[in-house]
């Protein structure tokens, strides 16, 4: 009889902000190859739901939710969705995120609080609304930043708000893991420039100067490294923060 080959998220109940394109999408499709049931967030319902449909084909499980996650009442509304339907969650992973850059002189409100509002306060309410339900279960949670968030990486001149509130967002996570200990892990990915809709410029060829294995980042190599971290292979981390750039934060 042939041996039945489990998955290393077998029964897990995943959530994906940011699930529907990108980092997000690609790490939903291999959570899903890896047998969880992966809940998909975002604000796009034709993308959500097409994201859905190629994860089903493949015969994964997965259910898009439309949610604006810069609304606290809506991540409420989320909230009340997935314990209804679930009745619990396993892993959160924040990959919702937007890239605005500007002078010092053209920062204005809007650029600087859409940037904040997204790749920081979201995470924030999310992580508040759901890590009850993760300590229940012994989850963990992943936190996508970015390399440039890190000290040691200051890239460009006018990348004021993304970098500030990458840097926010390791910070943050680290300060979770200390708190959520021993009952939830949760770290924090810094992936380098990888080629997705985040950029305006779409010449990911750019990218190969700018690190040392000479590559473009793609989002599906990303995803491995998320999949690392939100199963057991890493077991013992916890508050890490994790950077997969192809060297590019030592060739800064």
Partial sequence: M?????????????LITGGTSGIGAAA????????ASVILVGRGKKRGLAEEEKIRKKGGQAVFISCDMTQKDEIEKL???????FQRLDV?????????????????????????????NATVYCCKAFLPMIRESKGCVLNIASNVG??????????????????????????LA???????????????????????????????SQNLLGKVIMPEEVARTVLFLISEDSAIMTGSVVVADAGANLKA
């Fill in 92 to 120: 959160l992973v924040n990959s919702i995120g937007v890239l605005k850059t500007a002078a010092l002189e053209e920062i204005n409100e809007d650029n600087w609080e859409t940037v904040f509002e997204t790749n920081v």
């Fill in 28 to 35: 939903a499709e291999l959570a899903a190859d890896e047998g």
């Fill in 178 to 208: 200390k708190n959520y200990a021993p009952d939830v892990r949760i770290n924090c990915l810094c992936p380098g420039p990888t080629a997705t809709d985040l950029w305006e410029n779409k010449n990911f060829e750019r990218f190969k």
């Fill in 150 to 175: 890190l000290q040691s990486a200051v890239y460009g001149r006018t990348n004021y708000a993304y970098a500030s509130s990458k840097a926010a967002l390791i910070q943050f996570t680290q300060l």
């Fill in 2 to 14: 042939k041996e039945e080959i489990m998955g290393k998220l077998d029964g897990k109940i995943v």
């Fill in 79 to 85: 909230r009340e969705i997935i314990l209804e339907k």
